[in-house]
């Protein structure tokens, strides 16, 4: 008698909710401060559809997300809109709207200022300045003050307000033209810097020694201020074509900072040791208009050029240490770009999602989805397994990354003769 077992494959595919190592993104730039993510991506990415999207109002204000909610601004109808949504399905869970201007000044307009979450405050910064800060709950708005009137200014920046509040310890500072730093749960005013051009970026807290140290690149150029008193300890000149200095500075080691602005100004890198500032190299290879390049094992991924002016710009890799460019590509045209592990997330301007290693030999996606239309300058947030997106006109799109797995067990085919 003969028996016989056929061989049988089975094949699994799930789609299974990454990732391992969930965090937050309560801020501007992320939970560290440098755009990137404290999680990783699956190996095979599928990026197919949208978990929830939600219409947020015009603006290129980010997203920050904090205890299962989700924070960002839009501008609809004359009034600005704080939106507090619910991180699994976008649903809404408090807003707050007020009078303010669009100011849509060779763009769509609206705020472009991300919301800090710190401690249960929500701390924002309207289009036309007006600072808020609030229960991060239920929405109560506990305090507001007027940036433009307590820094003297006779007019708005031309394209408004949009440095995000940057918390250190008890204190929450913004850019004014001055900086200030107030008490976070009163709103009592502790110190403001001497003054300087307003500009629209953040600032960013640096390690210099034993010491953490106040940055900020302003109209002017890059100033270093101590956190105690507001004391200037360090200046640069860094001047851009159109007053537009719009970026970050980017801690790249401990005491360097890096700065890279538009209209072909270029990148520098800066060390501030001893209580003095110090150049270590300048040149052109990367001049980021408005998202700031982010810093993977010794190399600057970024977008080089000025959004619809002159050259085309470029997806480029520079090495921090020396500015020496590496690669770079045209086809994204401006876009933005944060990090997670050894990958890049990249958005490009025309709402394709692209996501692949981060390699000083060339950059390769091995994910793309056209994830949302329209313009999109703000930079993509990675956070709790979800990747978000938005658009200049107020979609906002949420994605829940999931990895493609397949699983094959194979029977051996046995023969038996009995």
């Not at 036309?128 to 007019?155: E, I, N, S, V």
Request: aromatic share 10%; net charge negative.
């Amino acid at each position: 008698m003969r028996t016989f077992t056929p061989a049988i494959a089975i094949l699994f595919l799930s789609l299974i909710t990454i990732p391992a190592h969930a965090a937050d993104w309560p801020s501007w730039l992320g939970p560290n401060h440098n755009g990137k993510s404290a999680e990783t991506l699956p190996d095979k990415i599928d990026l197919s559809s949208a978990s929830w999207t939600s219409e947020i109002g015009i603006g290129f204000s980010s997203v920050t997300i904090a205890d299962g909610r989700v924070y960002t601004m839009g501008h609809a109808n004359g009034k600005e809109i704080v939106w507090c949504l619910a991180e699994e399905d976008g649903k809404m869970v408090w807003n707050h709207s007020y009078d303010a201007e669009l100011m849509p000044n060779l763009h769509e307009g609206g705020p472009g200022v991300t919301p800090t979450v710190f401690d249960g405050m929500v701390y924002t910064i309207s289009k036309d300045g007006q600072f808020h800060a609030y229960k991060a709950d239920d929405g109560k708005c506990l305090w507001t003050k007027k940036l433009p009137t307590l820094a003297a200014m006779y007019r708005l920046p031309e394209w408004g307000f949009s440095g995000s509040p940057v918390i250190d310890g008890e204190k929450v500072i913004v850019e004014s033209g001055c900086t200030f730093a107030f008490e976070r749960k009163s709103g009592e005013l502790i110190w403001q810097s001497e003054k300087f051009k307003p500009a629209y970026g953040s600032g960013h807290i640096f390690q210099s020694g034993d010491a953490k140290i106040y940055s900020v690149l302003k109209t002017d150029g890059l100033v270093i201020l101590d956190l105690e008193k507001g004391k200037t300890l360090g200046f640069a000149k860094w001047t851009t074509s159109f007053q537009t200095n719009a970026t970050t500075p980017l801690s790249i080691q401990e005491r360097q900072l890096f700065v890279s602005t538009g209209y072909d100004r270029g990148c520098a890198l800066f060390e501030f040791s001893d209580g003095k500032l110090s150049k270590l190299y300048e040149n052109t290879n990367m001049s980021n208009h408005m998202g700031n390049s982010v810093l993977l094992d010794g190399f600057l991924y970024g977008f080089d050029g000025t959004a619809h002016r002159g050259r085309p710009v470029e997806f480029a890799c520079i090495e921090a240490a020396t500015g020496e460019k590496k690669w770079n590509f045209q086809g994204l045209k401006y876009g933005s770009i944060t990090a997670a592990g050894d990958d890049l997330i990249a958005l490009t301007e025309l709402g394709e999602l692209q996501i692949g290693k981060a390699s000083p030999e060339g950059f390769e996606p091995r994910a793309k989805s056209q994830v949302i239309n329209g313009r999109c300058w703000t930079p993509p947030v990675y956070a709790n397994g979800r990747i978000y997106v938005r658009n200049a006109t107020g979609r906002l799109v949420m994605i829940k990354v999931k990895s493609v797995s397949y699983t094959h067990l194979r029977a051996h085919e046995t023969e038996a003769d009995l």
